[in-house]
């Protein structure tokens, strides 16, 4: 049964962002903002509360992707409803956000206008995409996704060779971190940070920061 107020999460790490769709989200009769997070695992740790209806998380977060604090809140509650915001304008990260069982993807740049319908299609248990004309890998996944879950359609979406512990040690690493700062934000020591950073470079067959910043980029997990 679809809640009179739809009690809402918002998770970005950017205060002004929040703020803004707080705005508009708070001016709907049926929305409530009732809590907020600046980082993927805060955002895990508040969303697990029986308090909150739908969790909409920015896809690039410090300490956890949005994309895994999704899989991880379907993962441990999924009665959950997750969206997924992004400023990327991308078919592969609207597929990994459906993979990690979120009801949605929404453009940062026409939040205003999609956000509110976005989170009434995650509540009536729709899925909410923004092409007009989803590729044959979107609809294959909605598909799966009307048939009882996010599902996976194997080979036509590889999945990233770095394990999710790796990407988090690359956004880290993207933002301009030490490896004496990455430790103490990962609680891991320098030498097992260097052990990451050298299997990131020989997975991504890449040879420098900089390589790694546009790979980042690319996946999502920091913003251009």
């Known amino acids: 049964m679809i809640p009179l107020t739809t009690r809402i999460l918002l998770a970005d790490d950017h205060a002004v962002v929040r703020r803004g769709l707080r705005l508009v989200l708070d001016a709907e009769p049926d929305l409530t903002v009732v809590a907020e997070a600046g980082d993927g695992a805060a955002a895990?740790?508040?969303?697990?509360?029986?308090?909150?209806?739908?969790?909409i998380l920015d896809i690039s977060m410090p300490r956890m992707t949005g994309l895994r604090a999704a899989a991880e809140l379907s993962r441990r509650r999924?009665?959950?409803?997750?969206?997924?915001?992004?400023?990327?304008?991308?078919?592969?990260?609207?597929?990994?956000?459906?993979?990690?069982?979120?009801?949605?993807y929404v453009l940062k740049s026409v939040a205003d206008r999609d956000?509110?319908?976005?989170?009434?299609?995650?509540?009536?248990?729709?899925?909410?995409?923004?092409?007009?004309?989803?590729?044959?890998?979107?609809?294959?996944?909605?598909?799966?996704?009307?048939?009882?879950?996010?599902?996976?359609?194997?080979?036509?979406?590889?999945?990233?060779?770095?394990?999710?512990?790796?990407?988090?040690?690359?956004?880290?690493?993207?933002?301009?971190?030490?490896?004496?700062?990455?430790a103490r934000e990962l609680v891991i020591s320098e030498k097992t940070v260097e052990r990451h950073r050298a299997n990131?470079?020989?997975?991504?067959?890449?040879?420098?920061?900089?390589?790694?910043?546009?790979?980042?980029?690319?996946?999502?997990?920091?913003?251009?």
């Open 44 to 55: 895990v740790t508040r969303g697990l509360q029986d308090d909150i209806d739908l969790a």
């Open 78 to 104: 999924p009665e959950l409803r997750t969206l997924l915001l992004s400023m990327h304008d991308n078919e592969r990260y609207l597929a990994e956000a459906l993979k990690a069982g979120a009801a949605g």
């Open 115 to 182: 956000l509110v319908e976005a989170c009434r299609a995650a509540m009536r248990g729709e899925r909410f995409v923004y092409p007009a004309e989803p590729s044959p890998l979107i609809r294959e996944l909605l598909r799966r996704a009307r048939n009882g879950g996010p599902g996976t359609p194997g080979a036509e979406l590889p999945d990233s060779p770095l394990t999710p512990r790796e990407q988090e040690v690359l956004k880290l690493i993207a933002e301009s971190h030490s490896n004496k700062e990455i």
């Open 200 to 224: 990131i470079l020989e997975k991504l067959g890449m040879h420098d920061r900089v390589e790694l910043v546009r790979y980042a980029i690319r996946s999502g997990l920091i913003e251009a």
